[in-house]
């Protein structure tokens, strides 16, 4: 749900966010949390159905300073890696600018805050998309390599920023919700970002071949 903030290049100077938010995704179907820990550049997200656990669920590990997504599968006792760098010069764009300033150029603040979960939050519209909105907070700091956004103004992302509340997809008529539900400051256990003992790599069939 953050992957259009997470394409652009992290900045250097943002306050990082140490702690877990909940989130409840509400789409078609059967609402499901969404849990985001976040630890010394390190960012893990679990995706679990309400009042279930999820120990055996697959979670994806975020490693900012290694470029490195992780996705463990513990009902396998696998895991995947995808190496950021070799994927973009795999594809030739390593020394391409991002395309995420032209998307995030369509957001504009809509003039009015909310406050979810303790917290407020400034609105802003995605003017491309009537309808899709972010509610963006300054007050915690930032997830690791979330946007930087050079050039666009109109996103007060340079010190860091977190979504509490994002609507996508307004215009088809079943539009996806994602609304913070708890936010915890306790720094969670670095033993979450780490490889279960015992699990092994298997290859990830997004990653070039040698």
Known sequence: MLGVAATAAPAVAQRA????????????????????????????????????S?????????????????????????????????????????????????????????????SIAGVSCDVYTFTARP????????????????MSAPGVPNLPVKDGAIVLRMTMGSMTGRPVTMVATRIDRTPPSASLFTIPSGFEEMKNPLMPKP
């Open 131 to 146: 309808g899709d909105e972010w509610c963006m907070t300054t007050r915690l700091g930032g997830f690791p390599g979330f």
């Open 54 to 114: 999820d120990a055996a669920a697959t979670y994806e590990i975020m490693d900012r300073e290694a470029g490195q997504i992780i996705t463990v599968i513990p009902a396998a006792k696998q895991y995947m890696v995808l190496d950021l760098e070799a994927m973009r010069e795999a594809r030739g764009d390593a020394a391409q600018p991002s395309g995420a300033d032209k998307v995030l150029a369509n957001f504009a603040p809509a003039g009015r805050t909310e």
């Open 17 to 52: 966010f140490e702690g877990v938010i909940t989130y409840r995704v509400t789409s078609v179907g059967t609402p499901m949390e969404v849990v985001i820990s976040a630890r010394g550049g390190k960012m893990r997200h679990d995706r679990r159905l309400p009042g279930t």
